[in-house]
C-alpha cells in the first residue's frame, strides 16, 4: 500500500512516518499544501493523510480539488480542530475519516488499513485464496497454517496482488503502489520482486500462482501457471 | 405604551374632527340664515303685493288679487296667510286659507316690520310678517291716507325640510370623513409598517449560528432604513467578534494540541518498535515539553490579565534604563541574524510610574517579535523619548514585508499570526496579545503603524 502523508509538523512526519512504514506502508512525505496537492495529483495512491492547517494551500482546498477531479482516494482528515461542526464539515467535504489530535497512533494505523481494505472492497482483514492465508492485521502469511517468512517488501507486493486477485495488475501499478519515490522505469525491480515472490509460494507448496500476461502485467490467480522467466517485460 | 398607529388616529381625528365640525356648523349656520333670510324677504314681498292691492273703500281698504296672484293664499293649497286689519285691530279682510281664523296682530313700520315664528292655523310651523302701512286715497280724494296693518305667513316647512337635510348631509359627510381618514391611517400604516413586522421577525431568527445573515433594507420605508442599516452594521461588529472567538479557539487547538500529538507520536512509536529506537527521542520530547511549558504560561498570564487578576505594584522606575536591560537578551539573538539593533536612548533619567515587572514584560515581548520577524541584515530600532508634562512615548520599529495589506488591529489578536498555518512553532502569536493586555492595565497605549512603501512596522508605546 502507498500512502501520502501532506502534514507540515516536522516531528510529526517523522514518528508517524517511521510508523506507516514499519507497517508496511509505502509513504511519501509532503510539508505544505502546494507540494502536497502536486503529488496527490501525479500519482495514484491508495490513502492520503491530510492535515488541515497547512501552509500555502489549507487541506479543504486540496479535498476540494482532488475529489472534484474526480480522485476517489480514500483521505483521512488528520487535525486539532475537533468540533463537530468542522468533523461534518470535513466529512462532507469528501473526506472518507476524520482523526483528531492527539491520536494513538494504533488507531490511526488501524484506520489507515481499514481504508485501504474498503478501497480494495474486502470486508475482513484476512485474505484467503486457495490454501493461503493472508492476515493484513498482523502481516503474516500462511500456506496450509505454515507461516511463510517475508520481508515487508515481499509482504507488501503479495498482499497488494492478492488484495487485486483475479485482476491483471501492471508493473507501473506495482511500482506505484509498493515503492515510495519514484522508481526507475528502466529497472527491473519489479520483475525480480515478482520472480522472488514466486519462489517463496512454491518453496511452501502454496495453489494459487503469479501468472504473467505478456505485455500487460501479472495476475494472482487460484490456477496453476507458467514458470518464472526473468526476461519478462510488460 | 406608545402607539404610533393610535398617536397618530388621535391627532389626525382630532385635527379633522374640529375642522370639519367647524366648517360644517359654519356652513350649517350661514346657510340656514341665507335661507331664513330668503324666506323673509318672501314674506315681505308677499305683505307688500298685499299692500299694492289694497284699495282704499270709503273708511276702508279692499284688497284685490286676480285670480292667477298668490295661490298659496287659496282654500286648497293654504300653505299661506294673510290678513289685513285695521288700526283699532279689526279684522278687514283674511285670506281665504284662514277661514275663520286670525292671524297674531304683530307689527312694525315699513322701514323694519316685525318677523316672528308661529304655528299656524293649520298646526304647522310658520313664520309671519306684520307691517303698518298707509293707502293714500286717488288724487280726487282729499281724504286722509288710511292706516292699516298686513300680516302675512306661511309655512316654514320647506325651509326646515332643507335644513334637516342640510344637517343630515353635513352630518354624515363630517362622520364618513372621520371614518374614512381612520381608515387611511391605519392602512397606510399597516402597509408600511408590515416590513418593520417582517424585518423584526427576520432578527428574532438570527442567533449565534446564523450570524451571517442581514436584515432587509429595500422593503422598509425611507424613515427607517437608517436604523435598520445600523442594525446591519452593528450585525457586522458581532459576526467579526465571533469569528475571531472561534478563530481563537481554533488556534488555540492547533498551538496547544499539536506539540501534545507530536510528543504522543513520539512515545508510541518508541514504544512499539523498542529496538528500533531514534536517539533522539529523548532530546525531541524535552524540547516539546518546553514548549508546551512556555506556551501554556503565556496563555495562563493573558488569562490572567484579561481578567484583571493582575496585581499591580506601581513605583518609579527610570524608562531609560529599563529600555537598555530589555535589549540586552537580544543583542545576541539580533547579531546572530545580522539585525542591526539600534536605541535611541535621552541621556537623562526619564522617570514613570508604573509596574515594574509588566512594564519589562511589554519591552520583552516587543523586541522578541521585532528580532523574531525582522527579514535578516535588516534595521530594528527602540526609541524613547519624554512628552511633556510626564509622559513618555517608546517606538519598536522594525521592516516587516509580509505585513503589506493585513489591518492593524489583527497584529493584536490572539493566536494571530501571519502564517495561517501556524508552522514556525516558537511563536505562538500570544505576545502581542499579552502586550496589549498589560497596556491597558498600566493604563498605557498602544498602536500599530505600517508604511506599505517602506514596509516598516512601527509599534508605539504611549503613557501620560
Known sequence: MRALLIEDSPRLQQSVGAAMRRSGFALDLSGDGEDGLWQAESV????????????????FAILRRL??????????????????????????????????????????????????????????????????????????????????????????????????????????????????????????????????????????????????????GYVFESAPAASCDPSDVS | MRSLRRQLTTSLLGAFGLILGGGGLATYWAMRDSLFDQFDRGLEDKARAVITAAVPREDTLSVYFSDRFLRSFDDAVATEYFQVFDPKGKSVQRSDSLHNDNLPLQFGPPHNPEVWNMTLPSGKTGRA??????????????????????????????????????????????????????????????????????VSSEAARIDAHSLDQRLPVETLPLELRPVTAKLNALL????????????????????????????????????????????????????????????????????RAEQGHVSLKIERIDLVEACESALRPF?????????????????????????????HAILGNLLDNAVTYAPADSDVFLRLFGRAPEGFQIEVQNTAPELVGISMERLFDRFWRQDPARTESHHAGLGLSLVRSYTHLLGLTIEAHFDSESARLTIQLQGI
Open chain 1, 44 to 59: 495514484d495512491y491508495d490513502l492520503i493523510i491530510l492535515d488541515l492547517m497547512l501552509p500555502k494551500l489549507d487541506g
Open chain 1, 67 to 216: 475529489r472534484e477531479a474526480g480522485r476517489e482516494t480514500p483521505i483521512l482528515l488528520l487535525t486539532a480542530r475537533d468540533a463537530v461542526e468542522d468533523r461534518v464539515r470535513g466529512l462532507n467535504a469528501g473526506a472518507d475519516d476524520y482523526l483528531t489530535k492527539p491520536f494513538a497512533l494504533e488507531e490511526l494505523l488501524a484506520r489507515c488499513h481499514a481504508l485501504c481494505r474498503r478501497r480494495y472492497h474486502r470486508a475482513t482483514a484476512r485474505l484467503e485464496i486457495d490454501n493461503l492465508a493472508i492476515d493484513t492485521v498482523a502481516k503474516k502469511v500462511f500456506a496450509d497454517s505454515t507461516e511463510l517468512s517475508l520481508n515487508p517488501r515481499e509482504y507488501a507486493l503479495l498482499e497488494f496482488l492478492a488484495l487485486r486477485q483475479g485482476e491483471v495488475v501492471s508493473r507501473r501499478e506495482i511500482e506505484e503502489h509498493i515503492y515510495d519515490g519514484q522508481v526507475d522505469p528502466l529497472s527491473n525491480v519489479v520483475n525480480s520482486s515478482v520472480c522472488v515472490l514466486r519462489r517463496i509460494l512454491s518453496d511452501a507448496g502454496a495453489e494459487p500462482r503469479i501468472v504473467t500476461r505478456r505485455g500487460h
Open chain 2, 129 to 198: 310678517i306684520g307691517i303698518e302701512f298707509r293707502v293714500t286715497p286717488r288724487m280726487r280724494d282729499e281724504r286722509p291716507p288710511i292706516r292699516a296693518i298686513v300680516v302675512v305667513a306661511a309655512e316654514l316647512e320647506p325651509i326646515l325640510s332643507t335644513l334637516r337635510d342640510l344637517r343630515l348631509i353635513l352630518i354624515l359627510t363630517w362622520l364618513g370623513a372621520l371614518g374614512l381618514t381612520v381608515l387611511a391611517v391605519w392602512r397606510t400604516l399597516v402597509a408600511n409598517l408590515r416590513p418593520v413586522q417582517a
Open chain 2, 236 to 303: 457586522d461588529r458581532l459576526q467579526a467578534s465571533f469569528e475571531r472567538e472561534r478563530r481563537f479557539s481554533a488556534d488555540l487547538a492547533h498551538e496547544l494540541r499539536t506539540p501534545i500529538a507530536e510528543l504522543r507520536s513520539l512515545a508510541e512509536v518508541a514504544i512499539k518498535w523498542p529496538e528500533e529506537r531514534d536517539p533522539e527521542t529523548d532530546a525531541i520530547a524535552l524540547a516539546i515539553a518546553e514548549q508546551l511549558e512556555s506556551r501554556v504560561t503565556t496563555l495562563l498570564q493573558l488569562a
Open chain 2, 331 to 359: 543583542r545576541h539573538r539580533a547579531s546572530e541574524r545580522a539585525l542591526r539593533l539600534q536605541a535611541m536612548l535621552p541621556e537623562a533619567p526619564l522617570y514613570f510610574e508604573t509596574d515594574s515587572v509588566l512594564f
